[in-house]
């Protein structure tokens, strides 16, 4: 008998069991899988010795998280350490040029300033802007939507910038990334360094809203309380540290078991049934970090559903899919921008605005893309212990169709991921082979999961979308996961849902989890 049970143990469900266990519930944490973190986790699973990260890499948003914020020195106490990069990101071109985030505005604004001056200038104007508003950032994802908090918070730019100037900050949240980057920007390369953090999420340039996504990320990154890191020894070190807080308060993490279905009597989540028959009672609340399809299609009786809501179920939306590969190297990659890009944390190998929208629309349309954006990150850059000495680890994603109908490039006929994930793989291998020459012989080994390889190890991510959902205006905000439903319930009283497919979405931020928390430490 628990007051609280959680199914699945992503680090949204962990945030959101220490706050209830510190505020004196007892807590029960259920995962299927053999270890927590959900998709936070750390796996040699290449070579021996070789720490690669299993799903998500870099940690930006956490930093402006306030459970990190009220958490930081008693998950340090209970191992993590974070890692920041000396250069936080950077994208490099095909002719040898790069743009970099340096952890100091001034030397982000050199390899800017490089480009033009307006463009130096642009993003200094876009890192105040951030910088004035950052609390409103803050507040707007990790609160409830909607609520009074966020309501005040919201009133802050209003009472600055007058009523014509807030109008217009709202039009930012509304604006594509490539409308974003076209009014701060001059250069194409200014624009390609900063478009894909909005890529990041399965946007294309032209998706509304991604400008204002990648303006925060950037901004967080930039910000000397924030920036880009990675917990020393993986990502699951973030994990494995919220679990053993959430142990020392009294609360119990149980691995390796299935919850079968939320048991509801009068039309009240009671607690869980598990596989093995055993039923785990919940005097307060069940709480499922999963996506809605998973939970109301499966983890409940449709019939205790009103069919309005389960119809609204079944149109929930996916995003594109990620390929993922990961590397065992002998050495670092040769980057032909040389030495600021070799001590970047995250590098995106990019041509132009336009690549990335015509390789966005082909895998949108079921083709395997000719020159996706790589996306790539170098953990070895600062952590040392992800790999043996002298050795160093890749991680790579690239945005590809969960069903292949065919390829741009007309080399790979299509057919099941398992039959072509090697040969796109090789793929991914040469592009990072012309900015990095030598990178295919540094390879040791590597490991690639398709889309369905993604979902397979983790059920939250549906089709192989790392977002669990589509990150679109109309599953954002108040529509997140479905309209009136954003504030974490459900239409089974005492079931509430936290994770990605909840407010603000996904992201290593703890803020669902913290905002889950809160309500339901109000709500009782």
């Not at 691995?255 to 279905?261: C, D, S």
């Not at 600062?382 to 890749?394: L, M, S, Y």
Request: hydrophobic share 40%.
């Amino acid at each position: 008998m628990y007051d609280a049970v959680f199914i699945g143990s992503g680090h949204n469900s962990l945030a959101a069991a220490v706050l209830l266990a510190k505020a004196g519930w007892k807590v029960g944490v259920f995962e299927q899988a053999d270890e927590v973190g959900g998709a936070i986790r750390t796996a040699e699973w290449t070579l021996p010795g070789f720490r690669h990260d299993a799903f998500s890499a870099t940690h930006v948003l956490i930093f402006l998280s306030p459970f990190y914020r009220k958490m930081r020195r008693e998950l340090e106490r209970h191992g993590l350490k974070y890692r920041h990069f000396p250069v936080q990101m950077a994208s490099i071109f095909p002719d040898g040029d790069s743009v970099a985030m340096h952890r100091d505005l001034e030397g982000t604004l050199e390899s800017l300033g490089r480009q033009s001056r307006e463009d130096a200038a642009g993003w200094k104007k876009l890192y105040e802007g951030y910088r004035a508003t950052r609390e409103v950032f803050s507040t707007l994802f990790s609160s409830p939507l909607p609520s009074l908090r966020t309501m005040g918070a919201l009133l802050g730019p209003r009472l600055r910038l007058g009523p014509r100037g807030t109008m217009e900050f709202a039009q930012d949240f509304l604006l594509p990334i490539r409308v974003f980057a076209d009014r701060h920007f001059s250069t194409e390369k200014a624009k390609a360094w900063f478009a894909p953090w909005g890529l990041h999420l399965p946007h294309s340039p032209e998706t509304a809203g991604g400008g204002a996504f990648a303006w925060l990320v950037l901004g967080v990154g930039q910000d000397p309380e924030g920036g880009m890191a990675m917990p020393e020894g993986g990502g699951g070190s973030l994990t494995r540290a919220m679990a053993s807080l959430l142990e020392s308060l009294g609360g119990e993490v149980r691995t390796g078991v299935r919850v079968e279905k939320v048991v509801v009597r009068r039309n009240t989540a009671q607690g869980v049934r598990l596989a093995d028959g055993t039923e785990v009672r919940a005097g307060k609340a069940v709480v499922a970090c999963t996506t809605p399809t998973q939970l109301f299609l499966d983890l409940v009786d449709e019939k205790l559903l009103p069919p309005e809501f389960v119809g609204r179920v079944r149109r929930y939306r996916y995003g594109v899919p990620l390929m993922k590969i990961d590397y065992a190297l002998d050495r670092p990659p040769a980057w032909i921008s040389g030495e600021e890009t070799a001590r970047a944390g995250l590098i995106h190998l990019v041509r132009d605005m336009d690549q990335m929208s015509l390789a966005f629309n082909q895998a949108l349309r079921g083709l395997l893309p000719e020159e996706p954006l790589v996306i790539l990150t170098q953990p070895t850059v600062v952590d040392h212990t992800r790999a043996p000495k002298g050795r160093h680890i890749v991680w790579v994603v690239a945005r590809v169709p969960y069903r292949v109908r065919g390829d741009a490039a007309g080399e790979i006929e299509p057919g099941e991921w398992r039959d072509i994930k090697e040969r796109y793989a090789d793929r991914l291998t040469d592009i990072v082979e012309r900015y990095a020459p030598g990178f295919k012989a540094s390879v040791l080994a590597r490991k690639v999961l398709s889309p369905v390889d993604l979902e397979e190890l983790d059920p939250n991510l549906v089709k192989g979308d790392a977002g669990a959902g589509a990150i679109e205006l109309d599953q954002l905000y108040v529509f997140r996961p479905l309209p009136g439903w954003s504030r974490y319930a459900t239409p089974v009283k005492g079931l509430w849902m936290t994770g990605a497919a909840t407010h603000p979405g996904p992201g290593v931020t703890a803020m669902s989890g913290s905002a889950v928390a809160d309500v339901l430490l109000r709500a009782t």
